[in-house]
């Protein structure tokens, strides 16, 4: 925290804003990253959602944390046995076979392999015999409660420090954040929660062959233990063994993307964790999705606006998309939208697959760069996890097809599900709407104009000037005026003071004139540049995949 602060203001807590360079920012992170793992689980997963915020921190912050696993070692077979055996009983009596060496140890909770008893199967020949099932146990990490509330209680303590140090945007987004956080990691660690939330979009894709969620054993699952069918795939990022077993991986992508855009835009409900780890693909090409720990739900209104946005998107109309991102909160109606309009352009053409040139890279950086840190994204808390989704699922998607077309997928889903049709309807609507109110402001715009006429025919007519100044144009040039004023006054008193041979008097007034002097032309000075990097995921991953 001190060091983000130093990296803020010259002086800590007062001074002109500091630029960083990407080096020390790099550096920087790295640092952080080994704290965050030092501290334990619930840090973890703070660094784990911090690498999803761009609105909070650096981009160097973020290709750093994004590294972070969620993977830790597992507690001893005897802690976790006693979590299992006070919710479901002993358990050599519950399961047929148990392997205590788990297969996945998390931050929260842990994963063992084991076999349980299922239904009775009739044969062809009369006789009965009971199917035994592979599953999948997770059981939470023993006292794992009490440690999660110490450390939220260190995150609320260490906010309003923090924040003293950002601007207002970053203030707005990391309020959020540690709200989304604490509700986050108390919703994982309900295991019941999960089950609910599993069961609800299994349910939504019932019918849907392209896809593979599992099914909860209720009967032996409970508020710290969950049990799962466990079902064997190819972890989704193996693109050597993907391509081996003869699977298309741009179709693996594409129906990742739809699954994504159903669950969110249609279903209000999606598993909000797609990272490689939780993401498996069986030999016939379904997707399987494994831990529903981290999901949620999209009311109607954020559902309605990302339809805008996608439309917008897939219309590549520019305006239309800032208007959607401002309506939804994550654009302040302050932004300079001749600027935001050429980063809108630049997303589309990566998301797109093309390559993008350096020169405009740079030349919106150039724009963009002298105010870096009031950038006007921020991000209200109901839409936190939908960009870690879309943030994740990009990259995956990227790994298994560089050259994936995000928005062909997306404007295909909008057409099919009949949203573009809806839209043009509704503006078409509109448009009629909005006809009907300029005819009736024709009708009223005569005798407005003749009152106002007669007024000032009688000298009556008053008219009122507001100048707004959000860059502080006046202050500098205020500021600017009583510098020189005050150079001019301590040059003259100096000069009178040495001719009243009074040289100690007009040492001190020559080192007053100095520091005016300085003061004044830092005034004039430009910032310097930050020397930013963009990131973008496709060229970042051109450029890995060059260097190794």
């Not at 999209?298 to 946005?309: A, G, L, M, R």
């Not at 990259?395 to 057409?415: E, P, R």
């Amino acid at each position: 925290m001190l060091a983000y602060a130093r990296d803020r203001r010259r002086f800590l807590l007062f001074g002109r804003r500091r630029r960083v360079d990407p080096a020390t920012h790099r550096h920087r992170a790295e640092v952080l990253l080994e704290s965050l793992l030092t501290l334990g689980p619930t840090f973890i997963k703070l660094g784990q959602l911090l690498s999803t915020r761009p609105d909070v921190l650096p981009p160097e912050y973020i290709d750093v944390l994004s590294a972070l696993q969620d993977e830790v070692p597992p507690a001893d077979w005897v802690e976790a046995k006693r979590v299992l055996e006070d919710e479901l009983g002993p358990v050599e009596e519950r399961f047929v076979e148990f392997d205590t060496d788990a297969i996945s140890g998390a931050s929260l909770g842990q994963v063992y392999r084991a076999r349980v008893d299922g239904q009775v199967e009739v044969r062809d020949d009369g006789t009965a015999r009971e199917v035994v099932h592979d599953v999948a146990v997770k059981i939470r990490r023993p006292s794992i409660e009490d440690l999660v509330e110490a450390d939220l209680r260190v995150v609320r303590w260490s906010l309003p420090i923090l924040m003293y140090f950002v601007d207002d945007s970053r203030a707005f987004s990391l309020e959020n954040l540690a709200d989304e956080f604490a509700k986050t990691i108390r919703e994982e660690m309900d295991y019941e929660r999960e089950a609910t939330m599993l069961s609800e979009i299994r349910e939504n894709f019932d019918d849907d062959d392209r896809f593979v969620i599992p099914r909860v054993i209720e009967s032996h699952s409970g508020p710290r233990v969950l049990t799962m069918e466990y079902i064997e795939g190819t972890k989704i990022n193996d693109v050597a063994e993907l391509d081996r077993r003869g699977i298309d991986r741009t179709a693996i992508a594409e129906n990742l993307q739809r699954s994504y855009l159903q669950m969110i835009i249609d279903d209000g409900v999606f598993h909000a964790d797609p990272h490689p780890g939780n993401l498996a693909v069986t030999d016939e090409g379904r997707i399987i999705f494994y831990d529903f720990g981290m999901s949620g739900r999209v009311d109607e209104f954020v559902q309605e606006k990302i339809v805008d946005f996608y439309i917008a998107v897939a219309n590549q109309d520019i305006d239309a998309i800032l208007d959607a991102l401002i309506e939804i909160g994550t654009l302040s109606p302050e932004a300079d939208r001749g600027v935001m309009a050429e980063v809108m352009e630049l997303a589309i053409e990566d998301a797109r697959g093309q390559d993008i040139e350096q020169y405009r890279v740079q030349q919106i950086v150039g724009q963009i760069e002298d105010s870096i840190y009031e950038f006007p994204f921020r991000l209200p808390k109901n839409l936190a996890l939908v960009l870690r989704v879309a943030t994740v699922v990009e990259g995956v998607c990227v790994t298994l097809d560089s050259n994936f077309d995000f928005i062909a997928t997306a404007t295909d889903y909008l057409t099919e599900q009949g949203y573009r049709e809806e839209s043009i309807r509704k503006y078409l609507e509109n448009s009629g709407e909005q006809l009907r109110r300029s005819g009736e402001s024709l009708a009223r715009i005569a005798p407005k104009t003749e009152r106002a006429l007669d007024r000032l025919d009688r000298d009556d007519l008053h008219v009122r000037i507001g100048v707004e100044d959000s860059k502080g144009v006046f202050d500098t040039l205020a500021r600017r005026l009583i510098y020189g004023m005050l150079l001019t006054m301590s040059l003259f008193s100096m000069g009178v003071l040495y001719a009243l041979e009074a040289p100690e008097a007009s040492i001190v007034a020559a080192v007053f004139s100095a520091l005016v002097v300085v003061l004044l032309y830092r005034s004039f000075r430009e910032p310097k540049s930050i020397g930013a990097k963009p990131q973008f995921t496709r060229q970042n991953l051109r450029q890995r995949r060059r260097e190794e």
